[in-house]
């Protein structure tokens, strides 16, 4: 989330010589198994890989916005009663926007799509036009749809309704605008000195390309987008014991996962599309999760500024 980009710099913005440019072991590892699929022509758009590959993005990458209120209550010292109520107004959010999905799914899915787009955007440190991050952000969605547009429609038409053909038509038009500037911070990155974060992007979106969607958004939200986070938030709640992190983060997750299973119970998604029900989960905490990544940001540079003054 957006604390990232001040408690540890982000590739090539304020990460000289490389540092802060550290990308986990495990992607490298999860790319090559990636990679070797693809070019071996496993089966990885069938419904039990497809399944597989949804199981890892959750189970994967919802911890990294599970500590959230922790660190909301961290940046404002919020008292009891007062973090009760915020609490209750993330709650709502994600209430308003699983309604969303029953009464306004197209909608829904543009909302998500915008969002995605902000808050990968907020891995782009190194580009200063915040409309250029957000298309590099863009880029994760845009690029499966070159490789595989059929799969992505399905997906979308899932998760809404059939309208969302027209979507994914206006999603492969913006794409080679998305990769390009994608291509650009790459390169930003690479000369300012972050070329293990350079390398691992445009190795992620080449196999966004290649590999069905689910697969590919699964090697990019689960090995190289969330570690990145969870490490700054560890930072920030450095005080926390191991336990109770591992606890705050596997307890929230299960809440989330819980949600999950009450989405496809409402028949949210078609019934047996777990893969759709997934993405409406993550639309459904994404929205809060980006507005106090935001607020927290905002918060963070005020007091900078206080205290540089």
């Known amino acids: 989330m957006a604390v990232y980009v001040r408690v540890q710099a982000l590739p090539g913005r304020h990460a000289p010589d490389g540092q802060g440019d550290r990308v986990p072991a495990s992607y490298w590892i999860a790319a090559a198994g990636l990679t070797l699929a693809v070019v071996s022509h496993l089966p990885l758009g069938r419904p039990a890989a497809i399944a597989v590959a949804t199981i890892v993005f959750i189970g994967g990458g919802l911890p990294h916005g599970a500590y959230d209120i922790a660190l909301l209550r961290r940046a404002a010292a919020l008292d009891r009663r007062r973090l009760s109520l915020v609490v209750a107004g993330y709650a709502a959010i994600v209430g308003a926007m699983a309604l969303m999905w029953t009464t306004m799914p197209l909608f829904a899915l543009i909302l998500f799509l915008v969002v995605a787009s902000i808050h990968f955007g907020e891995d782009w440190g190194m580009i200063e036009e915040p409309l250029l991050r957000v298309a590099a952000g863009a880029a994760i969605i845009a690029a499966p749809t070159i ?150 940001d905002r918060r963070l540079e005020r007091t900078r500024s206080a205290v540089s003054g």
């Open 147 to 296: 490789g595989h547009p059929g799969a992505v429609t399905r997906l979308f038409v899932a998760m809404s309704d059939d309208r969302a053909g027209v979507l994914v038509r206006v999603v492969i038009a913006i794409a080679p605008v998305a990769l390009l500037i994608t291509a650009v911070g790459i390169a930003v990155a690479w000369r300012s000195g972050s070329r293990n974060w350079a390398t691992a992007m445009a190795s992620c979106l080449l196999l966004l390309v290649a590999a069905p969607p689910v697969a590919g958004f699964a090697l990019f939200f689960v090995f190289l987008h969330s570690p990145r986070h969870l490490a700054a938030t560890r930072i920030v709640l450095r005080d926390m014991t191991l336990l109770r992190w591992l606890a705050t983060g596997g307890a929230l997750s299960a809440t989330a996962l819980f949600g999950w299973w009450m989405l496809q119970r409402m028949t949210i998604a078609p019934v047996g599309d777990i893969t759709a029900g997934a993405f409406q989960l993550l639309a459904s905490v994404a929205v809060p999760h980006l507005l106090l990544s935001r607020w927290l």
